[in-house]
């Protein structure tokens, strides 16, 4: 099953750092973002990643070109015909397919433009700006249990984005953007879809969050994962800061795998 990554955007509020590199190519400890989220799909087994790349991409392009140079020992040899020898290497399982979805299209636009890649398949997908400890796995057999369009990660933090109203069977009964008021479940990312949900994007204006997903709650095709575990978005300098410092001290939560 392939995992989308949403990782077009400008990063606007965390311009201190995405005036100089795609929000999802700024580090935690040496690594990007997107590095992490991958990891942790990477740890469940899922192994094939499709970003959809937009702002500045050609960073995120050729740091994949050159991650297997930077996990391994290398010596150039200008004497001998200008040859590389590689003395060992610390590959990833993973296949990854960067696909240009524009400037400046919405984060639904940017979906139907990766449907080329996906086809009739369920597919999994993500924004390339937070991470998490939720268990992949026990999402995904959630989601064919339910059988629904779209199933996705719900968790309870202060009030900033879009609003669940959440039923009791956890189907959801709407999907609304947040207003000052609210306080609710809201949309973490970490979604599982099938297929159809391509046929409620019009085009390269439509945001995700809106049309999509609203039609989806209508037609009692949209589930919430309740997670109460970890989750942190990435929308701040102060949030990359804390990011970091779970890292750095060896207690970031969203790290799952093994060295």
């Known amino acids: 099953m392939k995992v989308v990554i949403l990782a077009g955007g400008y990063g606007t509020r965390i311009s201190e750092e995405s005036h100089l590199k795609p929000k999802p190519m700024i ?7 997107l590095w992490h989220i991958m990891k942790e799909y990477s740890h469940y087994g899922f ?25 391994c020992d ?16 610390i590959a990833e399982p993973w296949k ?14 940017r979906v139907k433009r990766i449907q080329p890649y996906i086809g009739n398949e369920t597919f999994m997908l993500t924004y ?12 995904l057999e959630f989601h064919k249990t339910n059988k629904k369009m779209v199933t996705l990660t719900a968790i309870n933090v202060e009030q900033r984005f879009g609003v669940l109203d959440i ?18 479940r ?20 439509t945001v995700f969050e809106r049309e999509p997903l609203e039609k989806a709650a209508q037609m009692n095709q949209l589930m919430a994962y309740k ?33």
């Open 27 to 33: 580090e935690i400890g040496e690594k990007p973002i």
């Open 47 to 71: 192994n094939e990643f499709v970003i959809c790349c937009g702002y500045k991409q050609h960073i995120i392009k050729q740091w994949f070109a050159d991650y297997y140079l930077y996990n």
């Open 74 to 89: 290398v010596t150039f040899d200008f004497s001998k015909e200008n040859r590389m020898e590689v003395h060992n290497s």
């Open 96 to 109: 990854v397919t960067l696909v240009d979805t524009g400037l400046n299209t919405m984060t639904g636009g």
């Open 128 to 139: 390339g700006d937070g991470v998490s400890d939720v268990n992949i796995a026990q999402l």
């Open 167 to 184: 039923g009791e069977n956890s189907e959801i009964k709407s999907f609304r953007e947040k207003s000052s008021s609210d306080g609710s």
């Open 186 to 205: 809201i949309n973490a990312g970490y979604m599982v879809c099938e297929p159809e949900i391509f046929n409620l994007i019009d085009g390269d204006s």
């Open 227 to 259: 997670h109460d575990g970890y989750w942190q978005c990435m929308d701040t300098k102060r949030e990359k800061d804390k990011l970091d410092e779970l890292w750095n001290s060896g207690r970031a939560p969203w790290k799952v795998w093994e060295d």
